[in-house]
């Protein structure tokens, strides 16, 4: 089966711009998570959708960060305006539903360089 | 909510040695435990994982084993390789509904030939 597909694979851009990541979780999958992997950490979980509802979006910076899943199936991560400390790469996972002992699948992330 | 810690930050073996990447977690309520291995420039792929109501898995080389009372978990890789050679990360997940994982910081892991 395809896996979790993200684009672009990487971002370049200057503080206070714009930048849009999009994710298409395994077909499916339910349960769709964002997460922010800075260097030398592990992944932070950002938000979680549940079909294209939010269950849990308690650590997204909300005044500039954004998401959403439009029909339940591809989501999208904005962030406006980008700060030099968003520099990191954001990935997407998908599982097959929310309940806990379900394996999350990684996309291959968007690696976004703030300057 | 949960913390989870995890140790060494590096490891060097050399190849055929064992190695083993502990983590420890606050909340006694979490009750899955995946171990996530990530290769340079990869993405983060699922090699074991254990619940809390089991002590011990193995699947090969890798083995996982779970203390609930000292609430600490460890990884262990036998007969390392050097294809092995990547960063691990544990986590830990509440089931409140929906999963939430919460990583620890990652064990860098080179397998010398």
Redesign the interface.
Known sequence: EAGVAQSPRYKIIEKRQSVAFWCNPISGHATLYWYQQILGQGPKLLIQFQNNGVVDDSQLPKDRFSAERLKGVDSTLKIQPAKLEDSAVYLCASSLARLAANEQFFGPGTRLTVL | GEN?E?HPSTLSVQEGDSAVIKCTYSDSAS??F?W?KQELG?????II?I?SNVGEKKDQRIAVTLNKTAKHFSLHITETQPEDSAVY?C?A???T??????????TRLLVSP
């Open positions: 989870v995890q009750n899955y995946p996530y990869k993405r983060p792929q699922l994982d619940r990360f986590a997940s509440m089931n509904g929906f999963q939430k994982l919460v990583f620890g910081t990652g």
